[in-house]
T-cell receptor
Framework: DTGVSQDPRHKITKRGQNVTFRCDPISEHNRLYWYRQTLGQGPEFLTYFQNEAQLEKSRLLSDRFSAERPKGSFSTLEIQRTEQGDSAMYLC?????????????FGSGTQLSVL | AQSVTQLDSQVPVFEEAPVELRCNYSSSVSVYLFWYVQYPNQGLQLLLKYLSGSTLVESINGFEAEFNKSQTSFHLRKPSVHISDTAEYFCAVKVYNAGNMLTFGGGTRLMVKP
């Protein structure tokens, strides 16, 4: 069990650029979540996948955001035309469905700074 | 919609003193309740959870939380803290039988001083 890994750890970009983050979940986990955390706030749910299907999306996820999990393993989160308000820590978590209450395992996050 | 309020953004405390981190939630339906901990430079980790049954739940490192339905609270306590407990603590709720979204509070930074 190597844990949930996220890449990159830090990303600095200019406003208007596109960015893509990657998340590798724990290998046997079939659920994968994306959360966003701004300074001084708790994580906010963005979206989640069960295998390759995207099952829930938050209203926070504007049209500029897209997430994929093409083979039900790793996931990518892309932000197009970044804005300064997108600056945040983007967290990925994975879990195993089918247990009574699933336990989420979080990665260390990708810190995005939009200049 | 549900919401979670953590009343204290920071709690400074001396080592071996007791501590309580407060959490109140708002929901019109039944919820599951969680406490997550985030140590410096690490991802969030589940500390403990309340699903049903006994309203007092315990973690392996001495923390406990009590579900109080009438006060819609789930405060986290430890009778004697250690320097290694310094971390950010997040309370979270999940609505029973309604998706898999966790709603988090804003977090409380516990700072244990020697």
């Amino acid at each position: 069990d190597t844990g949930v890994s996220q890449d990159p750890r830090h990303k600095i970009t200019k406003r208007g650029q596109n960015v893509t983050f990657r998340c590798d979940p724990i290998s046997e986990h079939n659920r994968l979540y994306w959360y966003r955390q701004t300074l001084g706030q708790g994580p906010e749910f963005l979206t989640y996948f069960q295998n390759e299907a995207q099952l829930e999306k938050s209203r926070l996820l504007s049209d500029r955001f897209s997430a994929e999990r093409p083979k039900g393993s790793f996931s990518t989160l892309e932000i197009q035309r970044t804005e300064q308000g997108d600056s945040a820590m983007y967290l990925c978590a994975s879990s195993l469905a089918g247990v009574r209450i699933e336990k989420l395992f979080f990665g260390s996050g990708t810190q995005l700074s939009v200049l | 919609a549900q919401s979670v309020t953590q009343l204290d953004s920071q709690v400074p405390v001396f080592e071996e003193a007791p501590v309580e981190l407060r959490c109140n939630y708002s929901s019109s339906v039944s919820v599951y309740l969680f406490w997550y901990v985030q140590y410096p430079n690490q991802g969030l980790q589940l500390l403990l959870k309340y699903l049903s049954g006994s309203t007092l739940v315990e973690s392996i490192n001495g923390f406990e939380a009590e579900f109080n339905k009438s006060q819609t609270s789930f405060h986290l306590r430890k009778p004697s803290v250690h320097i290694s407990d310094t971390a950010e603590y997040f309370c979270a709720v999940k609505v029973y039988n309604a998706g898999n979204m966790l709603t988090f509070g804003g977090g409380t930074r516990l700072m244990v001083k020697p």
